[in-house]
C-alpha cells in the first residue's frame, strides 16, 4: 500500500452522520480503534435527525417481536445516563395517549398489555379523573388514557451533536461534506477504498451503513444487499412558548381507521410540536411543507388540546422517514459484502433506539471479526456549554466576568449571547443552521429576522471566510449574492 | 454586580427611546437610556432614503440624518446612555419601584431600580413562519428589513433575481434599492386588492422602475433546494387562491414584507395588558400601561408609518412620566374607541381638561370619507378627509373645548369613525 495512504486508513468508516451513525461512532469510540465518520452534508444531523418528534418512545407503540421494539426499551433506559455525560436537553416527562370514546378505550387497554409485555416500567391505565389530573390541557371530553411515564422529550439535533462531540475528543475522525460515491475493492488487501464526489478517498477495514434516506444506495455501492428505502413525510408546525396550549406530556391520540391523528408534543425549550403527518412520497429530498393540511391537523389536535391554535405558529418544516418493507430495523452484517454492517430502515422509534444500536452495531462488528480492547484514556463526558438563557442575572454577572463575551446578547428571542455563538464555531458549526441548532439563535418567534447579519458578521471573523461562503447549510445555499 | 438607582429607565434607543429620555432630562430628572445595539437611532440608521423629518425639523432627511440630530441633543444632556447593552427582565417591586436587568459585555450585569420605565423597543417583522408560505426551505427567504440591513449596514447584497412579498413600505424600498444596486425584481404580491405603503413609494419604488405590482396575488409556493429557484404566484378569486391560474416566476430571492409587530416580550413578562388590535401595551391618556410607572411610545405601542409622529408621541410619553414623577394623576378619563371603518385608536383613553392627541388607522382605502368624533351617541367633530388609507394612520387633535358643553361621567365614551360619503 503506498505511504501517503497510510494516514487514511481506519478500521472503521461508519457512513452517515445521523442519530445512527453518531451514536455507533461514540461507541466506538472507547476502544483502541482508529474510527472515520462521514456525512455527506456541511453538518451532522442534517438529515433525518434534525427534523422528528423528538420524543423518547416508551415501548407500547409495536409489538415486542420487532428488533425495534427491543432496542427502543433498551435505548429508553440509557438516557438519564447519556444526559449527565452529555448534557443535551432531555426530559423524561412521560405520554398519555387520550382515548376520546369507548372504543378508543378499547384500543388503549390493548396498547396497555403490548406495553406491559414488552416492559414498559410503570405503564398505567388511567380514569378520567386520572387522565385529567396528568393532564389539564386535555378537553374534558377525554374518557380515559395510557400513561407511560419512562416516556420523554430530548432536541434531537442538540443530542446528536454531543455525541459527534464525545466521539471527536476520544479520536474519532469526522468528514463533513463527505458524499460516499464509489467504492473500490481491492481483492488483495482487506481495505474498502471509499471516495467521494470530488474524489477525496479514506481507506477502511470495516464499514457501517448509518446512511438514513440513502441506505439502499450506499449498499449498492458496496455491491450489498439491495433493497429500497421509500420516504414518508411528516409535517409539523411548531407553536411558540408563549402558547396556551403547551402540555406537560407528550399526547397521543388513538389511531382510527380514518387517520392516525395527530400528536401535541411540548419541546424541552417550551415550545409546542403539532403533527406529524405520513405521507408516501419519492423524492428523498422532498421536504417542502403544504398548507392544504393545515386546517385537518389542527382539527385534529384541537381535539385533544382545545387551545391549540393556528395564531402561535411560527413555523413549519418536515421531515422523511426512512421506511425499508417489513417496517423493522435492518441491522446485520451484510452477507454479500465483506466487513459491512447495515444500519437500515430506521425509522421511528431510531431516536429511542440509538444508543442501543449503538450497542449493537458494536457487537457485530466484534461478531465480524473486529478485535476490541478497551482505551483506558476513554472520557465520556463533554465539557457544558454554559447558556445565558438557563441562568439566573447573578449567574450571568459572574460569567460576563471571565468571557465579556457572554454579555453581548446577540438573539433576543431565545436570549443566546454571543459567547455561545463562539462556541458553536469553535466546535465545528459554521452554518447558519448549524449554529441556529447548537445555540437556538434564530429559532425563536422572529425566525432569525434580528440576529442573522450580527451571526454571519461572527462567523466571517472566527473562520476568516469570505462572505461568498457564508451559507445556510452548505453546498450552494449561499447567503449573499456579492458585496456593494 | 453593578446596582444603580434613577427617576426613569428608558428601553431602546431609537427614535421614540431618545425623544422620551431628552424630554425627563429637561425636567430634570435622571434618565437611563438603554440600546442593545452599539449605536442610538434604531431601524432609523438603516433607513438611508429621504422622507424623515417633515414636521420635526421642517426639512427632508434620510433616517440615518434624523436620528443624528436626535443623538446630539441626547449627547448635550445628561442622559445616562447605555449601549450594547439588553435589558433583559423587569421586575415590579414594593411601591411601585422597578427592578431592571440589563446585560452587557461592558458592565456585565446591571441591577437599576428605578420609578419609572419608558417601554420603546420598536418593532419586528413577520416572516415565513407568520404567513405560512408552503414550499421548501432553501437560503435566499429574508425579511426586507433584514435585507435592507444587510445591503445598507453591511454592504452585502443578498440575491439577483428578486420577489418581493407584500407592498408594504419597507418591501418598496427595498425593490427600489435592490435595483440599484443591480438586482432584477421581478415583481412585488400584495394579497389585498390596494397596496399596503404608502402611495409615493409605490410611485417612486415601482412605477419608476416598471416593477409589478400583483394585486390580490399570493405567493403560493417557494422551489429551490440549496437557493431559492422559482415561486408560484397565484391570483384570487373572490378571496380564495384560484389555483388554475398559478404561473411560476424564476428568482434567486424572496422578501417578505408582510407587516409589523410591537416587539412585546418585556411588556409580556412585566404582566402589561396588550391591546389586541394593535398588539401593543394598551395605554390610558398618560400613555401608562396597565402597570403603574410603565409607560410605552413609538412601534411597542402601535406600528407607526411617519417617525415623525413617533417623536411626537414619545415626547408626550415623557411629559407624562414626569408629571407621574411629581404626583400628577389626570382627574378625569374618558374612553376612546375605534368606530366604523377604524382598525385602532391610540391612546384608549383621554383626559378631556387637556390637549389630546389621537392616532388612528383606517381599514379602509377611500378619497371620500368624514371622520367623526362623537361622544356617547352625539357626533360633536366632523372633519372631510381628501384620502384614507391603512397604511397612512391618521391624527387627531382634541382640544378640551369640545367637552366644554357636555356633562362628563367616568363611563363617557368617544367614538372615531371614518363615514364613507358618495
Ligand atoms: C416525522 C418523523 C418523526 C419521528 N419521530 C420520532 C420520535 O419521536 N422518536 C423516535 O425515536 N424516532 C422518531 N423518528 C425516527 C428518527 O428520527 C430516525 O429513526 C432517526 O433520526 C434516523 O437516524 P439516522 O441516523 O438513521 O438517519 P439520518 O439522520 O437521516 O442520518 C443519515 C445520514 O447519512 C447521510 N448520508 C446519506 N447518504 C450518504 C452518503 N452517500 N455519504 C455520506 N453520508 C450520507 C445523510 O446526509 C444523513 O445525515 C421520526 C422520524 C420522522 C421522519
Ligand atoms: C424600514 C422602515 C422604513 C421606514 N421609512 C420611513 C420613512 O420613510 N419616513 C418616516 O417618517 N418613517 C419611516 N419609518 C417609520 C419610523 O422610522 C419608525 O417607525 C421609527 O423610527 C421607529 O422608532 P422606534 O424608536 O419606535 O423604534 P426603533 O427604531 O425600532 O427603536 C427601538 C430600539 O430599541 C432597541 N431595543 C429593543 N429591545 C431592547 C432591549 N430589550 N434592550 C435594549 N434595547 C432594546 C432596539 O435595538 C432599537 O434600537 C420607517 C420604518 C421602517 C421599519
Known amino acids: 500500500m503506498p505511504d501517503q495512504e497510510q494516514n487514511q486508513q481506519y478500521d472503521v468508516t461508519v457512513i452517515g452522520a445521523g442519530v445512527v451513525g453518531a451514536s455507533i461512532a461514540r461507541r466506538l469510540s472507547a476502544y483502541q480503534l482508529r474510527v472515520a465518520l462521514v456525512e455527506k452534508e456541511a453538518d451532522v444531523s442534517f438529515g433525518t435527525s434534525k427534523a422528528n418528534s423528538g420524543i423518547i418512545h416508551g415501548g407500547f407503540h409495536h409489538e415486542g417481536s420487532y428488533l425495534k421494539t427491543k432496542l427502543e426499551l433498551q435505548g429508553n433506559m440509557m438516557f438519564d445516563q447519556l444526559q449527565r455525560e452529555l448534557h443535551f436537553p432531555f426530559k423524561r416527562c412521560g405520554i398519555l395517549v387520550a382515548a376520546m370514546n369507548e372504543e378508543e378505550l378499547k384500543a388503549i387497554q390493548f396498547l396497555y398489555h403490548r406495553g406491559r409485555e414488552n416492559g414498559s416500567a410503570g405503564i398505567e391505565l388511567c380514569s378520567r379523573e386520572r387522565t385529567l389530573e396528568l393532564e389539564p390541557k386535555l378537553s374534558p371530553d377525554v374518557v380515559g388514557g395510557l400513561y407511560a411515564p419512562i416516556g420523554g422529550i430530548i432536541e434531537p439535533y442538540r443530542f446528536v451533536f454531543s455525541l459527534v462531540e464525545s466521539a471527536l475528543r476520544n479520536g474519532v475522525e469526522l468528514y463533513r461534506d463527505f458524499q460516499v460515491s464509489r467504492v473500490e475493492r481491492d481483492g488483495a488487501d482487506d481495505f474498502y477504498r471509499i471516495f467521494d464526489r470530488q474524489d477525496r478517498k479514506i481507506l477502511s477495514r470495516y464499514v457501517v451503513n448509518a446512511a438514513g434516506l ?67 412520497i419519492r423524492d428523498k429530498e422532498d421536504l417542502s411543507t403544504s398548507r392544504e393540511k393545515l386546517d385537518s391537523i389542527f382539527d385534529s389536535a384541537r381535539r385533544m388540546v382545545p387551545k391549540v391554535s393556528t395564531r ?173 | 454586580m453593578r446596582s444603580e438607582i434613577t427617576d426613569a429607565l428608558v428601553v431602546g434607543g431609537g427614535a421614540a427611546g431618545m425623544a422620551a429620555a431628552v424630554e425627563l432630562d429637561q425636567q430634570g430628572f435622571s434618565v437611563a437610556l438603554i440600546e442593545r445595539e452599539d449605536e442610538l437611532g434604531g431601524v432609523l440608521l438603516q433607513c438611508i432614503h429621504n422622507g424623515f423629518g417633515l414636521q420635526e425639523f421642517n426639512e427632508e432627511l434620510t433616517g440615518p440624518e434624523y436620528a443624528e440630530r436626535w443623538i446630539e441633543t441626547v449627547k448635550k444632556s445628561k442622559i445616562q446612555v447605555f449601549t450594547s447593552s439588553t435589558l433583559t427582565e423587569i421586575n415590579l417591586l414594593e411601591r411601585n419601584l422597578k427592578e431592571c436587568f440589563i446585560y452587557s ?18 418593532c419586528r417583522e413577520r416572516n415565513r413562519g407568520n404567513v405560512l408560505i408552503p414550499g421548501t426551505r432553501p437560503a435566499g427567504v429574508y425579511t426586507a428589513g433584514l435585507a435592507q440591513r444587510m445591503v445598507n449596514i453591511d454592504g452585502y447584497i443578498p440575491g439577483k433575481e428578486v420577489v418581493i412579498v407584500g407592498s408594504g413600505d419597507i418591501g418598496l424600498i427595498m425593490a427600489r434599492r435592490m435595483q440599484w444596486v443591480g438586482a432584477k425584481v421581478h415583481g412585488v404580491v400584495e394579497i389585498q386588492p390596494y397596496p399596503s405603503g404608502l402611495t409615493r413609494n409605490i410611485s417612486q419604488c415601482l412605477h419608476d422602475f416598471d416593477i409589478p405590482l400583483y394585486l390580490s396575488h399570493v405567493v403560493s409556493r417557494i422551489h429551490g433546494i440549496d437557493r431559492v429557484e422559482a415561486v408560484d404566484i397565484t391570483p384570487l378569486k373572490n378571496g380564495v387562491p384560484d389555483q388554475s391560474r398559478t404561473f411560476r416566476q424564476k428568482c434567486d430571492t424572496l422578501l417578505l414584507s408582510v407587516g409589523l409587530i410591537p416587539e412585546n416580550e418585556l411588556s409580556k413578562q412585566v404582566g402589561i395588558e396588550l391591546n389586541p388590535l394593535t398588539g401593543g401595551p394598551m395605554v390610558d391618556s398618560m400613555l401608562m400601561s396597565n402597570i403603574e410607572g410603565v409607560f410605552a411610545a413609538g412601534n411597542v405601542l402601535h406600528v407607526h408609518d411617519l417617525v415623525d409622529f413617533v417623536s411626537a408621541e414619545a415626547r408626550l410619553a415623557g411629559q407624562k412620566a414626569g408629571a407621574y414623577l411629581r404626583g400628577w394623576r389626570p382627574k378625569l378619563e374618558v374612553q376612546v374607541k375605534p368606530g366604523a371603518n377604524v382598525k385602532y385608536v391610540n391612546p384608549t383613553k383621554v383626559d378631556p381638561t387637556g390637549q389630546s392627541e389621537i392616532f388612528l388607522r383606517p381599514l379602509i382605502v377611500s378619497n371620500h370619507v368624514s371622520l367623526t368624533l362623537s361622544l356617547d351617541g352625539t357626533v360633536i367633530k366632523r372633519q372631510k378627509k381628501a384620502h384614507v388609507q391603512p397604511s397612512e394612520m391618521i391624527r387627531i387633535k382634541v382640544n378640551s373645548k369640545i367637552f366644554d358643553q357636555h356633562t362628563l361621567k367616568g363611563d363617557t365614551k368617544i367614538v372615531v369613525g371614518l363615514e364613507e360619503m358618495d
Open chain 1, 214 to 280: 440513502y441506505a439502499d444506495e450506499v449498499s449498492q455501492l458496496f455491491g450489498a444487499e439491495e433493497f429500497q428505502i421509500t420516504p414518508r413525510k411528516g409535517e409539523y408546525y411548531l407553536l411558540d412558548r408563549m402558547t396556551q396550549a403547551c402540555p406537560s406530556k407528550v399526547l397521543f391520540p388513538v389511531p382510527n381507521q380514518v387517520s392516525k391523528g395527530m400528536l401535541v408534543i411540548p419541546t424541552v425549550e417550551g415550545t409546542v410540536l403539532v403533527g406529524p403527518t405520513a405521507e408516501e
Open chain 2, 105 to 122: 459585555a461592558v458592565h456585565g450585569v446591571l441591577r437599576f431600580t428605578t420609578r419609572t420605565v419608558v417601554l420603546a423597543m420598536g
Open chain 1, 312 to 484: 402561535d405558529v411560527i413555523t413549519s418544516f418536515s421531515g422523511l422517514r426512512p421506511v425499508l418493507e417489513g417496517d423493522d430495523f435492518y441491522i446485520e452484517v451484510s452477507k454479500k459484502a465483506p466487513r459491512l454492517i447495515q444500519a437500515a430502515g430506521i425509522q421511528s422509534p431510531g431516536l429511542t433506539a440509538a444508543p442501543a444500536i449503538g450497542e449493537y452495531v458494536k457487537d457485530l462488528l466484534k461478531k465480524a471479526g473486529l478485535p476490541l480492547q478497551e482505551k483506558p484514556d476513554y472520557q465520556a463526558e463533554v465539557p457544558r456549554v454554559p447558556r445565558v438563557r438557563d441562568r439566573r442575572p447573578f449567574d450571568v454577572d459572574d460569567l460576563v466576568r471571565r468571557n465579556p463575551a457572554y454579555g453581548n446578547i446577540v438573539c433576543r428571542c431565545e436570549e443566546v449571547s454571543e459567547a455561545e455563538i463562539i462556541e458553536a464555531i469553535r466546535r465545528g458549526h459554521r452554518t447558519l443552521d448549524g449554529i441556529k441548532f447548537f445555540t437556538r439563535s434564530g429559532m425563536g418567534r422572529c425566525q432569525g429576522g434580528f440576529c442573522t447579519a450580527k451571526i454571519i458578521e461572527i462567523i466571517m471573523r472566527e473562520t476568516g471566510l469570505p462572505y461568498h461562503e457564508i451559507s445556510k447549510r452548505g453546498k450552494e445555499s449561499r447567503v449573499f449574492w456579492r458585496s456593494l
